[in-house]
């Protein structure tokens, strides 16, 4: 099964019925590039930038981080490479600055990712120059973590709008039309999906996060990690119609939470409408192998099924069987 999945990684991600599908890389850090070229992502779908701020006490400098974001985005030219701003608290805490990040008694809904952002603003802005100067150096696009709804989404486009006229002010080069999306990951933003998608230019779904608020689990507990279900039909709902409101804007819809890198779930995801998967570079070859044996039709018939259904353990059931006949 090895050798049959890396020889299959070299070949592009297409469906037997003809369907390319995007699939790109989830990293953490600029030493990954390596990793991102051997497993032949078409780029960066997710780069967690938090990794640059939980090295130290301090916050990484503009110039710092310039240099981390020019380095990956120069190395996988023309491919894109999707930075997102800090998504510090929740399950990435800055334990080493308890000022900035003050002990909650329910992180995960507390004073994270986006949050943090509009309420320091010099740290946010230090980052979002740090990626408008990046982005003279390749295909690099910007998303938001932990958007909750349209205003909060207009208050970064904000801060980023006065960045950019910094930047202009002093002649520094950056890209005028680079790309801006939204992390799709509250349940609030997945209901408002319809006005969202009016405001940005592409959708990641991160179903990590979507999932746990969606159905109330926390992510990193134990105890109740059997109730962690993908496929349970709210999250399938969802997903559904994230998908739907992005077409009526014709933006396109990653994911690149967990769920995209288990090959039980790719058709599902695939047959929803989801343009491009992010993962881990490792998770590739497994999910390109499906790929490659699954028609887009059968997809298409998977999902159409699966909304219509009411059980997880069923929708996960189905879902095995279409990977196992097929793989
Ligand atoms: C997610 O929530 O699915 C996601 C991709 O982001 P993170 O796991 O970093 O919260
Ligand atoms: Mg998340």
Known sequence: LESRLLEANR??????DGEKVAIMANIEKVDEIRLVQDYSAEGVGLFR??????????????????VAYKTV?????PHPVVIRTLDLGGDKPMASN?????????PFMGFR??????ENPGIFKDQLRAILLASAFGNVKLMYPMISGREELAR???VLAECKAELRAKGQAFDEHMAVGAMIEIPSAAVTADVLAQDCDFFSVG????????????????????????????????LKQIVDEARKQKISVSVCGEMAADPVFV????????DCLSMTPPQIPAVKYAIRSMAMGDARRLAAEALRMTSPKAILAMCEDFYRSRT
């Open 98 to 106: 308890p000022a900035l990040f003050p002990k909650e008694s329910n």
């Open 207 to 238: 179903t990590n996060d979507l999932i746990q608020y969606l159905l109330a689990i926390d992510r990193v507990n134990d105890r109740i990690a059997h109730l962690y279900e993908p496929a349970h039909p709210a999250v399938i709902r969802t």
């Open 267 to 274: 058709p599902l995801l695939l047959g929803l409408g989801v």
């Open 73 to 77: 985005a120069e190395a996988l030219a």
């Open 113 to 118: 990712a986006i949050r943090f952002c509009l």
């Open 49 to 66: 930038t938090e990794y640059l701020y939980l090295n130290s006490a301090r916050m990484p400098s503009e110039g710092e981080q310039f």
């Open 11 to 16: 070949e592009p991600a297409i469906t037997l």
């Open 156 to 158: 970064a486009n904000a």
